[in-house]
């Protein structure tokens, strides 16, 4: 109050032009722009030109960076850390798990759209991933995970585009230290040493060796150290013969210590043990039974005249190298094994018995050859029908039966016409051509479902595969709404914008059963899934309600269509249609259809526009000068991309006048990428300030926008008071890219764009 008190004062002792210039020194505009707006109506000397000005807002969040995921470190679990990003208060954690390496023997980096949330608010810079509660032999340890992390700030309603997986910086590929496989114990081998062997494990430093007459309750023996992937137990006399369950666990270097491998049993020969029977074999087991396979081997004769000889049959797969025993005390040489299942290759192993007087000895078990293994008969694993050569054909790619590397086998093809009718068999005989892959390919006429059955040269055939169907083609003509969707019964999100709405037309020639939806800030990854379960609709409302969308950032919408059995992979190509736009230059942003973006509310319109407005100002000299009477003139600014901003400021009475034109002013590109289009331009229009001897008065002028949120900003309600901001409204509406109105004129209060001061 003393500042202004002595203004006023002592205006009657000096010259009536200086007196002017006195004046407008304190209470023209280019004077407030120059010192600070007050948020108070006391008479403190403010600068209108911060009327424009916010603080420093945080807009975004950088991508997490040096993403960590531990590799073969841990038993359990996956320990990720990353490095801590500015302004985020928590961190989003999505995973993918891929189970299979590539045919090269890579593990590729999975899908967008495989990535699922598993932790959605992290507050620290580390995460661990329990990936098994109890150590045990799990297929778990042969899969690779790879994450994905996104920096957060929910307070501000902002979070970063994820982790990049290409980089090998970001890559995020984790796994579980496995312990060790194909654990061996000789069988009757010697008769002073049980022998084992087993896979070596990366990262491992050492391996300890237990072991136990029961499998569940196995002790510490010893530690093999460096790169051994074998040890010798010495077995003493009193132990030969008894049946010993080994297991391992592998250590690395810094201590830690996996999970136990599956348990192999193993024993010494006992002098005067009886022979190994000669062959085992499985006869007829290459695909010639749907249920059963019969093995047999050679009788051993007896070592004695009161010798009684009997067979332990054994039993191994594919899938599990553990011997199980299917068959003890057996008297006959044959044995019809009921319990296998299709899909598998077993392995069949004899041990002799020989009980005299009492004792009983048991030989070394038989080994592995080219007779003694079988399988079932099986169906093809896998079925999946791709694109023919016309619309009337499809392929159909398939995973050969099991067993196919020891016998030929030819397939039947199965169609129906829906998915609860029979199937009617359509060709036989088939062969398939092998793709490059590995897999059996063959193109056929198009039919709304398939079978596939495996038949072996006998003319036996196999159950039925499972259920494959066309892939649906890609909706046509998918639209995401462009800041024009509207709807009273849905509000904005914590960003103050507006739903999208996404609308599609079905293939022409297809009907899918439903469509999946994903959204992404590029055009060629960074896609999630923004619906768990398959839209049956040709349109989705992207309501962002938890994803968190930003504003300024157009996203690009891409729409999977889906079969009645879930199965789909055909979209439209957000690239091709980005790549399109930019050729035809202008506003690339206008002409791509699945790009949209939702409709702002009247505040943070305005506050995108302040954007705009601050930084035209920052360009202009004059306002800036130190003395008073240097602020007086006109200049003119051009644009960073486009237009000027005209500044003219002179003494008006006794008071003060600026006028601050815009012509077609850019600054901004959309989300800082040039293609796309500019951000906001201020076509025409301007921002002008009178003012009196007291410091009271008032603002005036309208500009029309374009660009990405097109709208007209109004400053006649703003009030000035004692040379403040003092109150009244800014004016604010919106329109569509179409020129059409979507928020009528309404009242932003004059201290929106000051929060936080």
Not at 73 to 88: C, F, R
Not at 198 to 207: E, K, P, T
Not at 325 to 342: E, F, H, M, Q
Request: with cysteine.
């Amino acid at each position: 109050m003393k500042r202004k008190f002595f203004i006023l004062k002592n205006l009657k002792k000096i010259s009536p032009v200086f007196g002017i210039l006195t004046v407008f020194c304190f209470f023209s505009c280019s004077a407030w722009f120059q010192d600070k707006v007050s948020m108070q109506t006391d008479g403190k000397f403010v600068n209108l030109g911060e009327l424009f000005k916010t603080e420093t807002k945080i807009e975004s969040l950088d991508s997490p960076a040096q993403v960590f995921a531990s590799q073969g470190l841990y038993p359990d679990s996956i320990k990720l850390s990353w490095t801590e990003v500015e302004n985020a208060t928590s961190y989003r954690i999505e995973r993918a798990v891929v189970k299979t390496v590539d045919p090269s023997g890579n593990w590729n980096v999975p899908d967008e759209s495989e990535f699922n949330s598993l932790e959605i608010y992290n507050v620290n810079n580390s995460y661990t991933d329990v990936i098994l509660k109890e150590q045990i032999e799990e297929d778990e340890y042969f899969y690779h995970y790879f994450y994905k992390i996104y920096a957060e700030n929910k307070e501000k309603g902002l979070i970063s585009e994820g982790s990049d997986n290409v980089l090998s910086q970001t890559r995020a590929e984790g796994w579980l230290f496995a312990p060790p496989l194909n654990l061996d114990a000789s069988k009757g081998k010697s008769t002073s040493k049980i022998k084992l062997s087993w896979d070596s494990v990366s990262g491992a430093s050492r391996y300890k060796i237990y072991r136990g007459e029961n499998e569940n309750n196995v002790s510490f023996i010893k530690t093999v150290y460096g790169n051994l992937t074998s040890f010798d137990d010495s077995i003493s006399s009193k132990d030969q013969g008894t049946e010993f369950y080994y297991k391992i666990t592998a250590v690395n270097s810094l201590g830690i210590e996996s999970a136990f491998s599956k348990s192999n049993m193993g024993y010494s020969l006992v002098e005067g043990a009886p022979a190994v029977s000669e062959k085992v074999e499985v006869a007829d087991g290459f695909g010639t039974s749907l249920s059963e396979l019969k093995i047999k081997w050679k009788e051993v004769e007896k070592t004695s005249e009161t010798a009684v000889i009997r067979y332990n049959l054994y039993r191994t797969s594919s899938k599990d190298s553990v011997y199980k025993k299917i068959g003890s005390n057996l008297t006959a040489t044959s044995y019809t094994d009921k319990s296998v299942s299709p899909g598998l290759i077993y392995y069949y192993f004899v041990q002799t018995v020989c009980l005299d007087e009492g004792l009983e000895i048991k030989s070394a078990f038989t080994e592995n050859s080219n007779e003694n293994f079988g399988f079932l008969l099986s169906a093809p694993a896998e079925l999946e029908v791709g694109d023919g050569s016309s619309s009337e054909k499809v392929i159909l790619v398939w995973s050969k039966a099991i067993g196919s590397q020891h016998k030929n086998f030819t397939y039947k093809i199965y169609v129906s016409s829906s998915q609860e009718d029979l199937y009617s068999e359509l060709m036989s005989g088939i062969e398939g051509i092998e793709n490059e892959n590995g897999y059996l390919e063959y193109e056929i006429d198009k039919y709304p479902y398939f079978k596939i059955s495996t038949v072996n040269s006998e003319g036996l055939e196999s159950s039925q595969s499972f259920t494959a169907a066309p892939m649906p083609a890609a909706p046509q003509n998918v639209t995401a709404s462009k800041t024009s969707f509207m709807n009273s019964d849905l509000a904005p999100n914590s960003n103050n914008i507006y739903p999208v709405k996404i609308t599609w037309e079905k293939p022409a020639q297809d009907e899918p059963a439903g469509y999946y939806v994903y959204r992404s800030a590029k055009t060629d990854s960074g896609f999630r899934k923004l619906n768990e379960n398959p839209v049956t609709e040709t349109e989705f409302i992207d309501d962002s309600s938890e994803s968190l969308t930003k504003v300024g950032v157009p996203y690009f919408y891409k729409v999977v269509s889906i079969n009645s059995l879930g199965q789909g992979k055909k979209s439209n190509n957000p690239q091709v249609e980005y790549d399109d736009a930019v050729l035809e230059g202008g506003d690339a942003f206008k002409n791509i259809k699945c790009l949209g973006y939702g409709a702002l509310t009247r505040e943070q319109w305005f506050r995108e526009y302040n954007k705009t407005c601050m930084s035209s100002q920052k360009k202009l000299t004059l306002m800036h000068k130190p003395n008073d009477t240097d602020k007086l003139g006109s200049e003119s600014v051009e644009g960073t991309i486009s237009g000027t901003l005209r500044y003219t400021a002179k003494i008006a009475g006794l008071g003060a006048e600026i006028k601050m034109p815009y012509t077609n002013y850019a600054d901004f590109w959309i989300n800082n990428n040039e293609k796309l289009g500019v951000y906001f331009c201020f076509e025409s229009g301007s921002t002008d300030t009178t003012s009196n001897m007291s410091g009271n008065g008032k603002m005036s002028g309208t500009v029309k926008c374009s660009g990405m949120y097109p709208g007209e900003a109004y400053y006649g309600n703003l009030e000035i008071k004692s040379g403040a901001a003092g109150g009244g409204t800014y004016g604010v509406k919106t329109f569509d890219l179409e020129g059409n109105e979507i928020l009528s004129s309404g009242a932003v209060d004059w201290l929106v764009g000051e929060e936080g001061r």
